[in-house]
């Protein structure tokens, strides 16, 4: 599923890494300035960890890159920006990759969306976390889907793992949230 057409006003999400809201820059006000003054419509924030939805016709493959420098240039943010259309969110949820289980504090269900396509890997690489389980990879989504078991005192190192093995061109947000932001989007 592609991003959308250009001319044609598409809803989208603008997933940012690296967004800490107790930085005066990185608040969900600043954020959506942003976006405003990018002219794009029904700009709204999804809790506050870097989650933008908005509304926009302009050309879908130069968001990415547009909305990144201008975050730099007013704000001072350098994480990365990851779009995805609400189309591509929607397809994702219904999919339904965690086949209903609950997010909770043992099965803590994580979505890993990656700039681009993720490159071809061995995921047995991530077998040996006993706190990891991969789910899998969502290509439609461009997206890891993995469950981490949080209630033990370990931590699991998936995120530094992963980071690791695929750079900084990726960002990740619970379940949870990819649900909160698409109904923010249909809302």
């Known amino acids: 599923m592609g991003l959308g057409t250009v001319g044609c006003v598409e809803s989208y999400a603008a997933l940012l890494r690296g967004i800490g809201p107790s930085n005066p820059n990185m608040r969900n006000e600043k954020l959506r300035g942003v976006f405003d003054g990018l002219g794009f419509e029904k700009v709204a924030s999804v809790v506050s960890s870097g989650n933008i939805v908005f509304r926009t016709a302009d050309d879908p493959a130069d968001l990415e890159d547009r909305i990144q420098q201008a975050l730099t240039a007013e704000l001072g943010i350098p994480g990365g920006t990851i779009i995805r259309s609400h189309p591509e969110l929607r397809a994702l949820l219904d999919r339904d990759p965690f086949a209903g289980r609950p997010h909770e504090r043992g099965s803590y269900l994580t979505v890993t969306f ?21 789910i899998g990879y969502d290509a439609e989504a461009r997206a890891f889907l993995t469950v981490l078991d949080n209630s033990t005192p370990a931590t699991p190192d998936f995120m530094a ?3 690791k093995s695929y750079g900084k061109d990726i960002t990740t947000r619970t379940w949870l949230t990819v649900q909160r932001v698409v109904k923010k989007i249909e809302g």
């Open 161 to 163: 793992r992963l980071e």
């Open 114 to 134: 990656f700039k681009d396509r993720m490159r071809e890997t061995d995921l047995s690489e991530f077998e040996d976390d006993p706190l990891t389980e991969v």
